[in-house]
């Protein structure tokens, strides 16, 4: 067994026997909360914030090549400067320098590495229950399947653009953005014109228990190119809904159904995906176990109309342990049955284990990575079987003193018949241990949160 994971067990081994203190979300949610610090001559309309994360990861087949064992460091620090000069008026610019050490240039993925550079810079003008975002900006909705930052990602995402909010326990938001495009050396660029637009209401008083987001995303791209190679433009229109409710009895529920509607050049668009989740919680336990069943779908492409383009377009998602904790597919052409099995000792420990069976929706369509690249293209005929393979997992969670967060994790996939008819046929276990710690200062301490 690999150095990475015998010490990957022993931290399982060790975080069990911790004290406990605070909060117990594991993905996709910002963990831990910043220390309050102070500094007396700061002036009371500025405050400072900073992250510093470093993260072990060790892959017995990087990209799926047998006997390609990698281990390396992703490093992340961020420091952020927050200024209120008025009482309507809000800055905010965010640094970021991130790196992937002792991992071979050539291995280096694209949301890896970008050499400091500005994360966020926006302008928030607010009044009561009105905010009107400009600048560089995160967007996070629902549970960030269909838009998130992606944050457990060492360069996480932003975009560039306007958002209007209005309201608070129920609220909408009306955005026109764009992606920011990430360079890993040189300084990230706003794309090509104002491409992905929406609107989405958040709303938590309407049903009791119960939050309902339901959403329209518009992706506008001004040059595109059809399956007949025939160059145009696209419009796309996603609508749907997010849920998350609590039921009588200790169970839960949650999940996401969307539609595709559009045109890309001269092809139609028609697609779509859905997310459902059910759960049973056992609150009188001291452990506190939570089981829950979930299945994914979303469609793929069966080319049974040459001018009809079926494969759902995941958006801009965060993917992570969304098809198993080794993050390898996306949520395009994919089936998934899971079973997650929680624990809570304590308030500020989670121990989460996953089963999963992967499968694509349809045979005569590819598989797709989590950053929506082609990873396996499908033969003319079709695959024989939809077998993607299946996954186990198993991950922890402590924070220490609110502020520090330790997260150790082990997953392994199991390659389907999809996989192993390819050169894609390796297994692949990783295992990580990850450490993060953020705090803010203010003139006064009691003032930070």
Not at 283 to 299: C, M, Q, R, S, W
């Amino acid at each position: 067994m690999p150095s990475m994971l015998r010490c990957a067990t022993a931290m399982l081994a060790l975080l069990a026997a911790l004290p406990a203190l605070a909060q117990r979300e594991m993905y996709p949610k910002k963990e831990g909360v910043p220390q309050p610090l102070q500094w007396h001559t700061l002036p009371s309309w500025m405050s400072i914030d900073m992250e510093l994360r470093g993260r072990l990861e060790d892959q017995t087949a990087l990209n799926y090549v047998n006997d390609k064992e990698r281990m390396y460091v992703l490093t992340r620090a961020r420091g952020g400067l927050t200024v209120r000069p008025l009482s309507w008026l809000t800055g905010y610019l965010q640094f970021q320098d991130t790196h992937a050490l002792g991992l071979p240039l050539r291995d280096v993925a694209a949301n890896q590495r970008d050499v400091f550079d500005l994360r966020q810079g926006y302008l928030n003008f607010h009044y009561k229950p009105l905010q009107f975002i400009a600048g560089r900006q995160e967007l996070k909705f629902g549970d960030e399947r269909v838009v998130g930052i992606s944050d457990w990602t060492n360069n996480s995402r932003t975009w560039d653009g306007f958002n209007l909010r209005v309201g608070d326990k129920n609220r909408v938001d009306i955005f026109s953005t764009s992606v920011v495009t990430v360079h890993p050396t040189s300084l990230d660029t706003h794309g090509a014109g104002l491409t992905f637009h929406g609107v989405e209401a958040n709303l938590t008083t309407v049903v009791p228990k119960t939050t309902i987001a339901p959403f329209v995303l518009v992706r506008a791209v001004p040059r595109v190119t059809s399956q007949q190679k025939i160059a145009g433009t696209e419009t796309e229109v996603t609508f749907g809904s997010y849920y998350e409710t609590k039921l009588p009895f200790g169970f839960d529920s949650s999940g996401t159904g969307d539609l595709q509607r559009g045109s890309y050049s001269n092809d139609s668009i028609h697609a779509g995906a859905a997310i459902i989740r059910g759960g049973y919680a056992i609150g009188t336990v001291p452990l506190k176990p939570h089981i829950e069943g979930e299945y994914d779908y979303a469609t793929g492409n069966p080319h049974t109309n040459a001018q009809r383009i079926g494969t759902y377009d995941q958006q801009y998602p965060s993917n992570h342990n969304a098809f198993g904790l080794v993050d390898l597919f996306g949520f395009q052409n994919i089936k998934q049955d899971r079973l997650n099995f929680s624990l809570a000792p304590s308030t500020n420990f989670l121990l989460l284990f996953q089963g999963s069976s992967l499968h694509v929706a349809s045979t005569r369509d590819g598989v797709y990575s989590s950053s929506a690249a082609s990873v396996v293209t499908a033969p003319t005929a079709g695959f024989a079987h939809d077998g993607i393979g299946s996954e186990f997992d198993a991950s922890a969670k402590y924070i220490f003193h609110k502020s520090l967060v330790t997260n150790v994790g082990l997953g392994h996939f199991f390659p389907g018949y999809v996989m192993t008819s390819t050169s894609h046929r390796a297994p692949l276990t990783l295992a990580y241990f990850q450490l993060t710690y953020r705090f803010k200062v203010d003139k006064d301490a009691a003032t930070a949160k």
